[in-house]
């Protein structure tokens, strides 16, 4: 099968190469075929980030940076897009970069293994942030290296670097040179598409389709922060990749009366900007998933294609009353999303068709909505319950009721019994203590390495109490109510 030329710039250079198998990573490309030993190899699973790199792409005539785990993106990912590694950011006299520069005034380095990755998310903050004239707060910068780990400098010296960094004299990347460098390569990427290609990656909806269709063999991609796993933990190997993040119809949150339309290829970082944007009580929950550069590859599609029992996103989707909409090649359906389940893993999608969108309906009046995951750490873990419960209440009593529940079954799941328990009631303690054991009594979670059967099902009926306590006013039961810096006061 033709293996078409990955075109990408580094260092203003145009960086075209050849025969690169569909499943190869991106590490993979960096460390062994261009000795850019820089950028390292920690846990090979997205989880430390000692492989960040920052791409930029052009969207509508701006540039849009994302800091990515190199480790689970396809080298193919890259094709028509510009690279960073920490080896491209000191100027030509070796100058640093003020992202450098600034861990090392800092001290934010020790031993240094994840100094690399560090530094290039520190880069991507700097291309969204500093050179945007907006400063990084102590919060911002928390949040967005949560997806990178140090083990021995401790990570006080490198928020401090974040902030600093900005003080620093500017260094400003040519935006209108790499977008006109963009365009012309992007160009001769498009022109030289073949439906033979062993790595397809179709730029619209109609073209995505034909080639599910024409190749229902081929496996399906889009952050690949679930599927490179895949290859670097289970040794699988794709002989042919659809990339589905290229289609433009999918990469677009679209503005209804009464829903948005969230398209399977948007990133979870844009889902949840679309989403809090209409809820914001949702903010800390959509920051605990996963850190920002997996948040910046992986898409709400792959995460409720994926279906992954502790899937944080799809108990939200429940509870929300959200609607799939699955597309073939002249023709879609709809469906509420528990019923896109059928078991463990397993969902009703046909080998031609795709999850096209997501339909989450707007807030209504009266609704009150809370989402919680509890995980062993707090930032960068994987849930082992989700509990999203949203009430509308009317007069007291409970008018409308969602709840979706992961961690407690082999799917996502919407809680019918606790839901047909709860609806026309008087909301009152008694209820929710009701509810409470209900919950507990509706499932039967399995113990595993994140939590045991018995944590589960009593975490899940509190989290109950928990909600019941929010709407009464309770503000000091969650975490984010605290910040060290008021515990130590
Ligand atoms: C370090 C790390 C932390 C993580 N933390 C979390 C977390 O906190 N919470 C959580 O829920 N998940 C987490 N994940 C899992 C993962 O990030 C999500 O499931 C993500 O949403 C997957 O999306 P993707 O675009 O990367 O999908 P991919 O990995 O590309 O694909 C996943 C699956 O979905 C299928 N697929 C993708 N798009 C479509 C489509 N449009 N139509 C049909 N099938 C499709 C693929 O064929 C594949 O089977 C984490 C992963 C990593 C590596
Ligand atoms: S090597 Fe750990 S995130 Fe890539
Ligand atoms: S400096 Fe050693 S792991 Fe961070």
């Not at 054991?437 to 009593?458: C, G, K, N, V």
Request: hydrophobic share 40%.
């Amino acid at each position: 099968m033709h293996s078409k030329t990955i075109r990408f710039i580094r260092r203003g250079e145009l960086v075209a190469l050849g025969n690169v198998p569909p499943d190869r990573t991106l590490l993979e490309v960096l460390r062994e075929d261009l000795g850019a030993t820089g950028t390292k190899e920690g846990c090979g699973e997205g989880d430390c980030g000692a492989c960040t790199v920052v791409v930029a792409e052009e969207d509508g005539g701006r540039l849009r940076w994302r800091a990515l785990n190199s480790c689970v993106q396809l080298a193919h990912a890259v094709d028509g897009r510009a690279l960073w590694t920490v080896e491209d950011l000191a100027a030509g006299d070796g100058a640093l970069h003020p992202a450098q520069e600034a861990m090392v005034e800092c001290h934010g380095s020790q031993c240094g293994f994840c100094t690399p990755g560090f530094v290039m998310s520190l880069f991507g903050m700097y291309q969204n942030h500093v050179c945007r004239g907006r400063a990084i707060t102590r919060e911002l910068a928390q949040e967005e290296l949560s997806g990178n780990l140090c083990r021995c400098t401790g990570y006080r010296p490198i928020l401090d670097a974040a902030q600093r960094m900005g003080e620093l004299p500017r260094v400003d990347v040519d935006d209108a040179a790499l977008i006109s460098s963009l365009q012309q390569i992007r160009h001769s990427v498009s022109a030289g598409m073949k439906t033979e290609e062993s790595y397809l990656a179709p730029e619209s909806l109609g073209e995505l389709l034909a080639a599910r269709a024409a190749h229902t063999q081929a496996q399906v991609v889009a952050g690949c922060t679930d599927a490179g796993l895949w290859i670097t933990k289970q040794h699988q190997r794709f002989g042919q990749v659809l990339d589905v993040t290229r289609a433009r119809e999918l990469r677009r949150v679209e503005d209804y009366e009464n829903h948005i339309a969230i398209g399977a290829a948007v990133t979870l970082s844009d889902a949840f900007d679309a989403l809090v944007a209409q809820r914001p009580q949702l903010k800390t929950f959509a920051n605990r998933f996963a850190g920002l550069p997996v948040r910046n590859a992986g898409t709400l599609g792959g995460n409720v294609a994926n279906g992954s029992p502790i899937g944080d996103t799809m108990p939200l989707l429940i509870a929300l009353n959200a609607q799939l909409v699955l597309m073939k090649q002249g023709g879609h359906r709809h469906l509420p999303l528990e019923a896109f389940y059928t078991g463990y893993r397993r969902n009703v999608l046909a080998p031609d068709e795709l999850v096209a969108w997501i339909l989450v309906p707007k807030p209504r009046s009266g609704e009150f909505l809370r989402a919680y995951k509890i995980s062993k750490r707090f930032d960068d873990d994987i849930s082992a319950v989700c509990l999203a419960v949203r009430m509308e209440l009317r007069e007291g009593r409970v008018a409308d009721i969602g709840i979706g529940a992961g961690g407690v079954a082999a799917t996502p799941v919407r809680t019918m019994r606790t839901e047909a328990l709860l609806a026309g009631r008087e909301w009152t303690a008694d209820a929710a203590r009701e509810a409470a054991q209900a919950l507990r009594d509706e499932f039967q979670p399995i113990s595993d390495m994140r939590a045991s059967a018995a944590y589960r099902s009593t975490v899940l009926g509190n989290l109950v109490q928990r909600f019941w306590l929010e709407t009464q006013g309770a503000t000091s039961i969650n975490l984010e109510q605290f910040s060290l810096r008021e515990i130590a006061a």
